[in-house]
């Protein structure tokens, strides 16, 4: 294993392409961190597929098998915690976290969003960046809070949004940008070079 390499766990419900883009650059060692395991909450997402495809671990955890939401985080918990998990990363995870479980890993759960937040939290994003008539849009990638949408702000990207842009067209340009920052920010956590002050990230060099 794993010398100086952080333990990631990654939570998906769908395609699964920022999880691909950090398993990517952590089996290449271009990111000091190794993939443990991959969560679905979604037995059919096709993220899946794609990472048994590159030998990590996979676990469903269907969170309508489950009666309440506490018993399916407390699953999610256990299963991330018996793997050594030290990063939670979200890529793509449509459940929205209880306190209860972000403070089983205070300061260490990601998630990206596909706009420059504090702009457009929430869902139907590119479609509400193109009826604002912004000009640039983006990703993030922000610690989870218990304010969704709303956490520390650690790396964001920017990307023009031209006039012929179409929801498809402009969440294609921003994606090439998600799949750049969500490695780039899980090597700056694995550094130790994120200081949390407040609402701010600070680089620390
Ligand atoms: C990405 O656009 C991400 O920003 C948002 O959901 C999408 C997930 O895509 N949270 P993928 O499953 O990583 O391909």
Aim: hydrophobic fraction near 45%; include cysteine; charged fraction near 30%.
């Amino acid at each position: 294993m794993s010398e100086g390499k952080v333990k990631v766990g990654i939570l998906i419900s769908g395609r699964g392409s920022n999880m691909e883009s950090i398993v990517r650059k952590a089996k290449a060692d271009e990111i000091p961190a190794e993939v443990v395991v991959v969560i679905s909450n979604k037995p059919e997402a096709p993220g899946i597929r794609k990472a048994e495809a590159f030998g990590i671990p996979v676990v469903v955890i269907d969170h309508k098998k489950f009666s309440s939401r506490e018993d399916f985080e407390r699953a999610l918990v256990s299963e991330l915690k018996s793997r050594g998990v030290e990063l939670v990363c979200l890529a793509g995870f449509m459940r929205i976290l209880s306190p209860t479980f972000i403070r089983e890993f205070p300061g260490r759960i990601m998630n990206i969003h596909p706009s420059l937040l504090p702009a457009f939290p929430g869902l139907n994003v590119h479609n509400r960046v193109l009826e604002s008539g912004a000009k640039f849009s983006g990703c993030t990638v922000h610690f989870v809070t218990e304010d969704v949408d709303a956490g520390p702000i650690i790396i964001q990207a920017v990307v023009p949004v031209l006039d012929d842009d179409t929801e498809e067209t402009l969440a294609a340009r921003v994606l090439v940008e998600e799949h750049k920052i969500y490695p780039e920010a899980i090597r700056l956590f694995a550094e130790g070079r994120l200081e949390v002050r407040g609402k701010r990230v600070i680089w620390k060099k």
